[in-house]
């Protein structure tokens, strides 16, 4: 049996439940979800998750599903019946405009909208679309009827009602577009970018989301990764050349054919490929000053990039990268000449461990080339760039590297030695 499942996070305030294998019971998960419109609970087999591993790796999301004869979820899928995108506008007049274009949806009378992860929510996780009211939410999906017009609707992160996003004037200045496919594979890369007034030379900087990021186009702008925020005037005019092009690659997650986990190595040529097909068609790109960054498993991805083509980049910002994807240590002798600042959190204790290992090498080797790499490590426990609020967990070292490695009063993070960083991270970028 298929069925439509909206997996859940917030009904679920324990997470998910683990159940190990008994004389009576397979080893599987229970998930909350929402079915036929009621929420519910189902149970999924390990080896049959999402992303085909033994982890229980369901992210909140509508997906195809297949039951076994037992009832346990043995298959799930994306449903590519299903559109999907950022951003909301309140509904008028029996349509409502969705995604950083606004493209306006008719839906059907009575048409409910499922919010689906929202803890001010959770006893009103079902509504009409007509009575939605905020102008911003976090990804959604939505189901059209065969005349085009929405039936059913998914919302993640809903703002609570009345409020906007505060990134949203600068989400806004992005543009969607592909890179070419792979001739093998056939794999392209699907990408969003800003581009600052074409005055200049601009440098370019890459950034790759973390794992689920490539949910959703948008996905990777929003919520623990604000890459949007540097469209904003603010960061834009601390590069020397006045601006920077931003690039933002999402990974293929899901496994249909020609697709892969996540990132891996299937996305590195078509990675290239698309990077190369942008600055083709931008010649105000400076192809000298290409930087690529990323966090969690794209840190993981930006060392594939860098282990596949050395020279390629002028920079990397590798943070709290997966460790699988690291180089071995008799690779490290290849980025002696190029600008690296690693950055990790004390607390990330197993990523943190495996990237101590090449560390001293790699900082070795450049200072013997005269090349400026770096390491940051966060302690326990580092705050939020307002310097009052503990950060969410020590893995986010990307949410002050993207407050430039400034707190909002204008002051360094500092390492776990208590000594302040050198200079901000785009400053760094600018004369590397």
């Known amino acids: 049996m298929t069925k439509l499942v909206c997996f859940s996070g917030v009904e679920a305030l324990n997470g998910v439940i683990r159940i190990k294998a008994s004389p009576v019971l397979p080893e599987h998960s ?63 007049d029996g349509v409502i405009k969705l995604g950083v274009d606004l493209k306006e949806y008719a839906f059907i009378p009575d048409a409910l909208a499922y919010i689906v992860e929202n803890g001010v ?99 990777s702008h929003f919520e623990w990764n604000p890459i949007a925020s540097w469209a904003n005037e603010k960061y834009q005019s601390q590069f020397k050349e006045g601006g920077a092009f931003l690039i933002v690659p999402r990974a293929n997650e899901d496994l249909r054919d020609g697709h892969g986990l996540t990132w891996n190595d299937a996305h590195v040529e078509p990675l290239f490929l698309a990077i190369d097909d942008f600055l083709d068609k931008h010649p105000n790109a400076d192809r000298s000053r290409v930087y690529v960054g990323g966090y969690s498993m794209g840190g993981g991805m930006t060392w594939l990039m860098l282990r596949a083509r050395p020279d390629y980049f002028a920079a990397a910002v590798p943070c709290c990268p997966t460790i699988s994807y690291l180089p071995p240590e008799d690779e490290l002798d290849k980025f002696s000449k190029l600008p690296i600042w690693t950055i990790v959190g004390e607390g990330d204790s197993g990523i943190t461990k495996a990237v101590l290992k090449i560390m001293p090498d790699l900082l070795k080797n450049a200072e013997a080339s005269g090349t400026d790499t770096r390491f940051l490590e966060l302690p326990k426990g580092y705050k939020m760039p307002d310097g009052k609020s503990v950060i969410p967990h020590d893995h986010c070292v990307w949410i002050p590297m993207f407050n430039n490695l400034l707190y909002d009063d204008g002051s360094f993070y500092a390492d776990i030695n208590g000594e302040p960083v050198k200079s901000t991270l785009i400053d760094w970028l600018n004369n590397v």
Request: glycine share 10%; hydrophobic share 35%.
């Open 30 to 92: 229970i998930y909350h979800a929402i079915i036929d419109g009621d929420l519910t609970t189902v149970r999924v087999l390990p080896e049959k998750d999402l992303f085909g591993n033994k982890g229980f790796a369901i992210w909140p999301g509508p997906f195809e599903c297949t039951f076994n004869s037992d009832g346990y979820i043995e298959q799930t899928r994306i449903d590519d019946s299903l559109i999907s995108g950022y951003s909301v506008s309140a509904p008028k």
């Open 121 to 219: 929510v959770l006893a009103d996780y079902k509504t009409k679309i007509s009575d939605l009211e905020a102008d911003w939410s976090g990804n959604w999906f939505i189901k059209l009827n065969d005349g085009g017009a929405i039936e059913e609707m998914y919302i993640f992160r809903q703002m609570m009602r009345g409020e906007s996003s505060p990134l949203l004037p600068e989400i806004h200045k992005f543009k969607s577009a592909w890179g070419p496919a792979e001739p093998k594979s056939g794999l392209a890369i699907e990408y969003t970018y800003y581009q600052p007034p074409e005055s200049s030379k601009y440098p370019v900087f890459v950034w790759l989301h973390g794992l689920h990021g490539g949910s959703s186009l948008w996905t």
